[in-house]
C-alpha cells in the first residue's frame, strides 16, 4: 500500500477503529470465557457480547493492541511504515513522525509488532534443502558483569549466537542463476537466537523449524552431530574457497541482517535481539507477497504479544 492509498484509506483514529473491528470480525472472535464464536456488538460499550455466557471483549482485547493506550491510529501507522520498506524504521524515528511526546510506549508498540511477526512465522517450518550455519551478531547487554573481562573473537560477551536456517533449492535454469549469481534459489529463512551451541540446543530448535527428513546442508560442526536422528545430515568441512558455492545464501543472510541492525538501530540490546530479527525474517519470507499491510495486520488481531513472558493467545 503506498502512502497517499493508505491516509485515504485510514485518515482518522475512527476509520481506523472500525477497520480494525471488520479484521477481528474476519478473523473471528472467540470468548476467552467459554470459547464461544458467536457475539453481540455492542455498539454504545464498543465491545462484544458472547451470546453464550454474556462475557463482554473489548476491541483490543486478545490482540498484539491488548493493555495498549496509544491510539488505533498510532498502530495503522506503525504497521504500514514497517511493512512498506524493505528496510526498517527506528522507535526514535517513528516516533518523530507521529509527533508523540514519549519514547517507551512507541518502542515498546514496535517491540510487539516484531514480536508477532515471529509468532505467525512459527506457524510455518522449513522443508526440502535448508543452509544450516551460526551466526554471531555484536549486541549490548545492560546485565553483563563489567568486573569480568571481555573476551575476543567467538565466544565474546559482546556477541549473542543466532542459528540461521535457509530453504534453498539448486537452480538449473540459466536465467535464474544469472539473476542470483549463485546456482542456488533462496525461498524461506529463519533465525533463532540461541544459548549455547550445543548439540542438544541446536537438535531443539531444529524440531521446532524444520520438517522431519529435510535435508540440511551444513559445516563440519560436531555441534549438529545429533541432526542425523531426525533428519538427512550433509555436514562436512568446507574450504573457504567454496563456502559461498556451497552455503551461499544462509551467509548472505547473516550479513544483510547485520548491515540492517547497524544502519538502522546501531546498537541491539542482547534481550530484544529475536525481535529485530523476526521482523527481517518476517520480511524476507514474504518479499513476493502484495498485501503486506493485511497480512501483519491478521497477524495483529490473530496473536497476543508475546513480549517479555506475556503468553500467546
Known sequence: ????????HYPDELSCKNAFKQYREQEGVVCKKCGNQTHYWKKKREQWECKNCAHRTT???GTVMQNSKL????WFIAMHLLTSTKKSFS??????QLGHNRYEPIWAMLHKLRSVMGLRDDNYKLKGEVELDEGFFETVSITRDKDVPLKRGKGSQRQTTV???VESKPVTDEERSKKYNTKKEVKYLKMKVVNSLKKETIKDVADAILEKGTKIIADGSNSYNDLTENYELDSKVIPKEKINTILPWVHKAISNAKRLLLDVHHRVDDDFLQNYLNEFCYKFNRRYFENQFDRL?????????????EVNG
Open 1 to 8: 500500500m503506498k502512502l497517499i492509498e493508505f491516509s485515504s
Open 59 to 61: 476491541l483490543k482485547s
Open 71 to 74: 491510539p488505533f491510529q498510532y
Open 91 to 96: 522507535a526514535k524515528e517513528v516516533q518523530r
Open 163 to 165: 542459528l540461521v536456517s
Open 297 to 309: 495486520m491478521i497477524a495483529a488481531v490473530s496473536h497476543r504479544w508475546n513480549y517479555l513472558g
